[in-house]
């Protein structure tokens, strides 16, 4: 009579089941998906705005400790205090609209500083000089009779489109009457073609006709107001020293500064004032728009603010 041999332990069934426990731990790890833990990157990356939003209420307040400017050299001082503050606004405000989590406080803090420095600036440009400061609207000069909006319409500034509108409503309304105002876009497409190398009539309907137009306004841009500028100092040249360019964007896509620097001295050779409106967008790099308006405004007695 033939012995009957043992079962064997890791038969056929035992390997079976060590493959389904297995497979199901596989199965496991692919349905659950483990991410790193980003909220200490996240902590730190606000404690680091936190820390630049401290350093520059800490300049606001130097400003605000000193005594008033008596000679020419404390207002140069003054006035180059107030421009660093403004760049690393620029920069703190920029980084932190791309953070993908800010918190409310924080966003307030950068609103509130951002008022503090427009207004230092606003006392700086009008301190020692009282029929300029009768001229001066919130820093900016409004003793021009024409206007002229030279406006990027990229897609990042129709993200903040609502912004740029209150900021134009507000510069025409400082203005009760022009001889005349224009609209174009940064590669010098008009707003009303119908008005192209003429004025607008400054009257309250067609004030509400172009902002209403201006709304839902859709023109091609390459965020570089050089031909928007050479179209304003060309086709409007015989009206240069009763004129005031306001350039509003929020990037700038050449790649020569000094080339359109000088092409505007060329055409304007001062007589213009030529002003910027800087606004903050998440999706551009304004310090490229900055650098090249700051220059621009220096040479045509324009203001630069920032928004």
């Not at 079962?7 to 790890?29: E, H, K, N, R, W």
């Not at 040249?237 to 509003?248: A, N």
Request: some cysteine.
């Amino acid at each position: 009579m033939m012995r009957r041999e043992a079962p064997d332990a890791f038969g056929t069934a035992f390997l079976d089941i060590i493959s389904c426990g297995f497979g199901a731990i596989v199965l496991l790890i692919l349905i659950f998906k483990f991410e790193p833990d980003v909220s200490g990157l996240a902590s730190v990356k606000n404690d680091d705005a936190n820390a630049k939003i401290k350093q520059l209420y800490g300049l606001v307040d130097e400003l605000k400790a000193e005594p008033a400017i008596d000679s020419e050299q404390s207002a140069k001082a003054k006035a180059a205090m107030l421009k660093t503050a403004q760049v690393k606004l620029e920069r703190a405000m920029a980084e932190t609209a791309k953070l993908q989590q800010t918190s409310s406080e924080l966003k307030k803090q950068l609103g509130a500083l951002q008022k503090q420095i427009k207004k230092q600036q606003i006392a700086g440009t009008s301190e020692g000089d009282q029929s300029r400061q009768d001229d001066e609207v919130g820093g900016i000069p409004v003793d021009r009779d024409y206007v002229i909006f030279i406006v990027d319409t990229s897609g990042s500034m129709k993200e903040i489109w609502h912004k740029v509108m209150r900021e134009i409503d507000n510069i025409l309304t400082v203005h009760p009457q022009l001889k005349g105002f224009q609209v174009i876009n940064d590669n010098g497409n008009y707003l009303v073609s119908g008005y192209a190398g003429k004025w607008m009539k400054d009257t309250p309907s067609m004030r509400k006709r172009a902002m209403k137009l201006f709304s839902s306004w859709a023109s091609i841009s390459n965020s570089s107001p050089v031909e928007g500028i050479e179209t304003a100092l060309t086709r409007y040249s015989k009206y240069t020293k009763d004129l005031s360019i306001y350039v509003i964007g929020d990037d700038f896509t050449g790649t020569n500064f000094d080339q359109v620097i000088l092409r505007t001295r060329q055409l304007n050779k001062g007589r213009a004032r030529i002003h910027a409106l800087n606004f903050i967008s998440p999706n551009a790099s304004t310090d490229r728009f900055s650098t090249l308006m700051r220059e621009i405004c220096r040479e045509n007695q324009g203001t630069f603010l920032t928004f």
